[in-house]
């Protein structure tokens, strides 16, 4: 926003009109009273009348012009000295009404108008203060804008939290009612145990993901570094889901440029990131036939880790907010269909405290995971 001057008000122009008014009128009776006492003085005393034409008569310039009379030498220097005094008058009345208008906008701040900004400048160190007003106006809108995001992020975690666990107690509830009552044969009872242990384990699953989930965010958790040699690694994940993805025709395709790539890293937060990212593809690839572990040495600072799948494209819309907790690209938080909504929350939090980056890419044919990490998180810390 451009910065104008400060506009005066019709009064403020007529009250600095009267100030110049009243100053000129002052000097000058000053001046007169001066002049009037100066010209009595030296009427009085032949000797200073003396001296005076004896000076004037001395003093020449180029052409042979004297000294002017002493009046107007004087009335010349009273003039200067009058519209020095007028400019600093007025002067520092424009910066006194320049100040009324901060304190103005100061109370309409302070009436609760935070994210209003004083928009015109000044030439004196009160710029200095106006700055410092919009700094801090800025950054108080700031807070409120985030203060307000984690109020809503607060009351979106306990409804989804209250929804996640509501859904499966009312169901173990309901099954343990009908095992209370003993109306049902023992087929059915083993099916309703079933069906409630099935039950607790979601919420057993949830509860882990939130504890693992606010033990990542907490600013006090630690990594434990060691070398970590990627393609054994990924040969381990990949194992781990080969009967799942054998059911599904999938096949794993593992890569490492160079072969030996090792990084310092967390090994077990790692291979929870791609326990996650490796159940998403299984779970929401629809149509996939390959999953590529990818892992290429960028530069001699940082690593490229890829995730990809050949399934089914993820929308726009929830590429946006698929690393937002909570967040399913179903709407029905259907446990069925999704987990907790809590995986890619988990796996963004723990790149982030590898000082790494992820982001996902949707196409018609791959869906693709990239996370970039420092070879040594230390050193990442150290240069951030």
């Known amino acids: 926003m451009k910065k ?77 000295g009058d519209l020095i005094v007028l400019y600093w008058r007025l002067i520092r009345r424009y910066h006194q009404m320049q100040l009324r208008h901060v304190i103005s906008e100061l109370h309409y701040i302070a009436q609760g108008h935070f994210d209003h900004t004083i928009s015109f ?41 209250s929804h996640d666990i509501r859904t499966p107690l009312t169901s173990i509830i309901g099954y343990l009612g009908l095992l209370k009552s003993g109306v049902s044969d023992p087929e059915d009872q083993q099916r309703y145990l079933n069906i409630a242990y099935m039950k607790a384990e979601q919420m057993k699953s949830l509860a882990h993901d939130l504890l693992e989930y606010t033990t990542l965010k907490s600013t006090s958790t630690k990594l434990s570094l060691s070398s970590l040699h990627i393609f054994s690694m990924l040969e381990q994940v990949a194992a781990g889901f080969e009967f799942e993805a054998d059911e599904k025709g999938i096949i794993f395709n593992i890569e490492t440029r160079p072969k030996d790539l090792t990084i310092q890293a967390d090994p077990e937060k790692l291979v929870r990131v791609y326990n996650n990212l490796i159940s998403n593809a299984l779970k929401y690839g629809t149509g996939a036939t390959q999953i590529n572990l990818i892992a290429n040495l960028v530069n001699n600072n940082e690593v490229e880790l890829r995730v990809e799948n050949n399934g089914a494209r993820i929308p726009e819309e929830s590429l946006k907010k698929i690393f937002e907790r909570f967040y399913r690209m179903e709407t029905s938080r259907n446990t069925k269909t999704g987990g907790t909504g809590l995986g890619l929350s988990i796996t963004k939090s723990i790149v982030d405290l590898h000082h790494g980056k992820i ?19 230390k050193n990442a810390k150290t240069h951030a």
């Open 4 to 80: 104008e001057r400060v506009k005066l008000t019709a009064a403020e122009k007529s009250e600095l009109f009267a100030e110049g008014v009243i100053t000129v009128v002052l000097l000058l009776l000053l001046n007169l009273s001066i002049v009037i006492l100066i010209n009595l003085t030296i009427l009085q005393n032949k000797n200073l009348v003396n001296g005076i034409y004896f000076l004037k008569k001395t003093i020449t310039f180029a052409g042979g012009r004297h000294l002017w009379s002493w009046q107007n030498t004087f009335l010349v220097i009273m003039g200067i």
């Open 121 to 161: 400048k000044v030439k004196t160190d009160l710029q200095k203060v106006i700055d410092s007003i919009n700094s801090l106006v800025d950054s108080t809108v700031t807070a409120i804008n985030e203060e307000r995001t984690i109020e809503k992020s607060k009351d979106e975690l306990i409804s989804n939290v």
């Open 359 to 377: 982001h996902c890419e949707s196409d018609d044919n791959w869906t693709r995971f990239i996370i970039c990490l420092p070879l040594d998180p």
